[in-house]
């Protein structure tokens, strides 16, 4: 094959693997692909002046100086791209000058000798340089994919060719002698070429899919975090309407009879407390409260905030009398309730009431009897305050 077509023929190929990373530019944000595409870029162009080099003599110098240049920016781009693989962080201006002793010595290898093969040996060794640093980058970032892994070899096999190269052509210096391989060296530099490029294809999709299932996590836990604020009361955590609706609907598509029974609870007094103290010492009663009725229910029950300072609580497979034992301490648990904004603790009296149910779709009804027995009790807990109040009124108008 005549060295010039298996250019060519190199050329084409390396073109292709430009225009696939530039398509893939407009989907993928990636920093190493960006480096990537510029270094493609870059060794197209240093080929397409290597084949105007061996075709205008008169321009050779000039050429050459830009074939050097552009392969020595392909490596230095190829090295960057695997090293922010990871990091997926730019390059600073202290990295990139980095590039200028190379600029140097592209300008000054073609005018070191007539011939172009008595020059491709250090360009070779520098090239090869490139190479093993681009593998070395690529290895500290231990990806351990299938992209990777072909990347590493077609790193590996580049460095090793064109040490050989290194070698050969600074043989042929000395000896007079040809290999006839080195005819084909376009070719297998493209296959080495396509391989490396096919690596770099499979390791941005495999960056693609690792950050999709990132996204997706943290996107399901928002959603989760969304559902529990859906369904948790801010103030106490505990349900609301909306979990508990969601309740009967989850549990009435389950054909199963479940019986228990539901306690409804009213705080007395909140509002006394909210005008003395304030809505925040409301707050802290409210909050309380839930604290002492989550502590005498069993860990299965459910606890539910109706709305203001009205709960309720559902105790499957436990029947109202052994719920309203349970709730014996309650009362006495909200005895020394503490607020900042007062010195003395508060005693805090909860009227409740327990009714039970044979089956989830009597929970509604349930709720009803059992506000309505709370507030029953409400209203008996009361009386006796209010005559102690008048005979207090009584006695201080006898005096």
Partial sequence: MDSKIGLLVQLAGVSLITLLT????????????KHWTNAWLFLSFALFCLRLAFSYDQYSIQLFSFYFLTEYAFGFLLVAGCRSLTSNGEMRIRQEAFILPFVLVAFGLPFLADDFNLVFNAHSLILSGFFAVAFIALWRTRLGTFGWKVMLVALGLLTIDFVQYFAVFSLRQYLNFEFAYLVYNSVIDLVLQILLGFGM??????????DARIANEKLK????KLEELAHVDPLTTALNRHAFHGYLKRKGERPEVVSGCLGFFDIDDLKTVNDVYGHAAGDIVIRAVVRAIRELIRAEDLIFRWGGDEFFVIMIGLDSTAASTRMGRLEEMLSTVRIDSSILPLKVRVSHAFEDFADLTDLESTIKAADAG??????????????????ENAVLLGR
Wanted: glycine content about 0%; charged content about 25%; aromatic content about 4%.
């Fill in 22 to 33: 530039l398509f893939l530019r407009r989907s993928i944000n990636v920093v190493a692909l």
């Fill in 374 to 391: 709370m507030y029953r009790q409400k209203q008996l807990r009361k009386r006796p305050r209010m005559h102690q109040t008048s005979a």
């Fill in 201 to 210: 294809v499979i390791v941005l999709l495999e960056q693609v899919l690792a």
């Fill in 221 to 224: 836990k928002a959603h989760e």
